[in-house]
């Protein structure tokens, strides 16, 4: 408070000297180097007449910056006449930064037509003189001159710059721009000492209710596990304790190259939602916090280190802080801010790091918690797929004569769309249909799509009657399949009707695999290609559906399967393949058919080693008795 006392005595003295000087015609109160306030401008008058008099009184007497700076430029175009003109001053890291503009605007200043005058201003700065320009109208840039440093010269902090395209600027003008810079400095660093005092005084406020804010904020984050929620949270916190107009959180998706940043959640000062229609950022900034894992903020330069991000978006200041969680970045909060009096700091930095500290903890583990309840989730759906899958097989096989068979599934991990039925013929132990399907997909998708296969293939046995081809049930059963079934699936199938009388089997193929036929007599197989359009993907398809016959004497042996049988793979990404499953067949299709199908099974598993199973495996075998 003391030294906002002496602030106000200070300017109250300036004022009592500029009075005096104007009502005794004397000096007016000497400038910071020491020269007259006072310049005659010829037939006996003075600078400091009673216009003057006013723009230095509302300078000495302005304590708010924002203020000083806009009256400063005001005056100084006032007393030369000019119609656009700037305040720049050095601020940390010797950084110019534009204060306040009159008929400029920072596009302007920033672009390659303004070159001309940017060099103006460094080589005020440089040479600590005054420049003035009288060729095309006239440019005044006036040095603004703070307290000694230690080699005894006074600190050039800024300069004052006006122009006038059409009407000259000479030698008084700029005896009274410089009178008025060294007035606009002492008004300038009286102002900066009443600030900071009470800056000082907000920042332990500030800091204070940050700490309660802060602890608000763990509480608040700590209390949910659902991602959305917490980001939310997180980025309305951040935007009230940094005073930002904006804020969004980004996190880091994908692996290696492919890793980009990706929206999330972005809200406003008033508490708004903003939509990616409303994501503009400094990619550059944002790439320094992901590289070097720490906070940046950048303040609105000037020349060379003018930032068109900033300047196109009219942007003051920004504050990008990296969310790291065990030294990795996992994302990034971002606030901005175009207010010219709300520019970020160190303070702010050191609250919101303490936020993104806790944030980062939180959102790992929302994320742990959300890939927990989608393992969950896919746990249930595979129990329940391979509940429908294992409901949906035959519970016991039906004599018919003629025919041994024996069927087998074994569920991957991701459980598939494999499907095999024995469908007895009411009334009759001479004729049985056999299906074997695999359905596209997996997971209960699959397993309602086969479910919806068997009941509709079942209906269709036994409205049509024992006695029908297979031909017609396949025909009708895409049909419906078509129409019920969702865009992109289907199911491959072959439906084998079983004639003992004839010893005959009459089979309808869609789209399926081999048939594998070990003939007793020979001991060799023959493998038969299915041929024919998957089921479900074109109802033209049902007039392309053929039948065929297929004869099988005692002993012969005919094999059907899905392809996780052939593309089962090993550890080497190796297909078990067709050749090693009739070698298989050749070899031990003079079994009963579980032997068969129990022998290619462990030689599967064999094969397969450690490799995890990725599709199902089903085995049918039928062998002809006499």
Not at 568 to 596: C, I, K, S, W, Y
Request: charged content about 25%; proline content about 4%; hydrophobic content about 40%.
């Amino acid at each position: 408070m003391q030294s906002s006392v002496d602030a106000l005595r200070h300017i109250a003295s300036q004022v009592d000297r500029l009075i005096e000087a104007v009502s005794q015609g004397a000096s007016a109160p000497r400038s910071p180097t020491g020269s007259s306030g006072v310049h005659r401008l010829g037939n006996g008058a003075t600078a400091v007449d009673e216009t003057v008099l006013q723009h230095f009184l509302r300078l000495v007497s302005t304590l708010d910056p924002a203020q000083l700076y806009q009256a400063i430029v005001t005056s100084a175009l006032a007393v030369t006449g000019c119609r656009r003109g700037f305040l720049t001053l050095v601020e940390e890291g010797n950084k110019l930064r534009f204060k306040y503009l009159h008929g400029l605007d920072q596009a302007t200043l920033g672009s390659p037509g303004f070159a001309q005058g940017r060099a103006r201003v460094m080589r005020v700065l440089q040479s600590r003189q005054p420049l003035l320009e009288t060729e095309g109208g006239g440019v005044l840039a006036v040095p603004l001159q703070f307290g000694r440093r230690i080699d005894g010269r006074e600190r050039v902090g800024g300069v004052i710059y006006v122009d006038s395209p059409q009407g000259p600027l000479g030698e008084p003008q700029r005896k009274i721009l410089r009178t008025l810079a060294d007035h606009a400095a002492i008004a300038l660093e009286n102002a900066h000492i009443y600030h900071k005092s009470e800056q000082d005084r907000s920042q332990i406020l500030r800091l204070k209710n940050n700490i309660t804010k802060l602890y608000d904020v763990g509480r608040s984050i700590s209390s949910t596990l659902i991602l959305d929620e917490l980001l939310s949270s997180v980025c309305e916190h951040v935007v009230q304790i940094s005073r930002a107009q904006r804020g969004f959180i980004m996190l880091l998706e994908g692996e290696g190259d492919e890793r980009r940043l990706a929206f999330k959640v972005g809200r406003d000062a008033r508490g708004r939602t903003l939509t990616e229609e409303h994501y503009r950022y400094s990619t550059t900034l944002c790439k320094k916090a992901i590289e070097s894992k720490q906070t940046q903020i950048m303040l609105q330069p000037v020349g060379d280190d003018l930032s068109m991000s900033m300047v196109e978006m009219e942007l003051q200041s920004i504050l990008v802080v990296p969310l790291v969680e065990k030294e990795e970045v996992i994302g990034l909060v971002y606030v901005d801010s175009k207010q010219s009096n709300r520019e970020f700091g160190e303070d702010d930095a050191t609250t919101v790091e303490s936020l993104c500290g806790q944030a980062a903890v939180a959102i790992v583990n929302a994320k742990l918690y959300k890939e927990a309840g989608e393992r969950e989730r896919l746990a249930h759906e595979l129990e329940l797929a391979s509940k429908i899958q294992s409901d949906l097989l035959p519970k016991e096989i039906p004599p018919v004569r003629g025919l041994e068979l024996y069927g087998y599934l074994e569920p991957a991990m991701e459980v598939g769309g494999d499907y095999y039925d024995f469908v007895p013929h009411e009334g009759t132990r001479d004729t049985l249909t056999i299906v074997v399907g695999d359905v596209s997909g997996k997971g209960t998708g699959a397993g309602l799509v086969m479910a919806m296969a068997r009941s509709a293939l079942r209906s269709l046995v036994q409205h049509l009657g024992a006695g029908t081809s297979p031909l017609p049930i396949l025909r009708s059963l895409n049909v419906e399949l078509c129409r019920d079934i969702p865009p992109g699936m289907f199911i491959t199938l072959n439906i084998l009707n079983w004639d003992a009388n004839a010893r005959r089997l009459t089979y309808a193929p869609a789209g399926h695999e081999h048939l594998l036929v070990y003939r007793a007599a020979t001991r060799e197989v023959e493998k038969i290609k299915a041929g024919g359009v998957a089921c479900g993907v074109l109802k033209q398809a049902s007039a392309m559906y053929q039948e065929r016959h297929l004869d099988l004497a005692p002993g012969d042996h005919l094999l059907l399967y899905t392809d996780g049988v052939t593309e089962a793979m090993n550890e080497a990404h190796e297909p078990f393949g067709l050749d090693a499953t009739v070698a298989l067949v050749r070899e031990f299709g003079h079994l009963g058919p579980q032997q068969l199908c129990d022998t290619i099974y462990r030689r599967i598993v064999d094969f397969r080693g450690q490799a995890p199973p990725h599709d199902d495996i089903t085995l049918v075998a039928l062998r002809a008795t006499q």
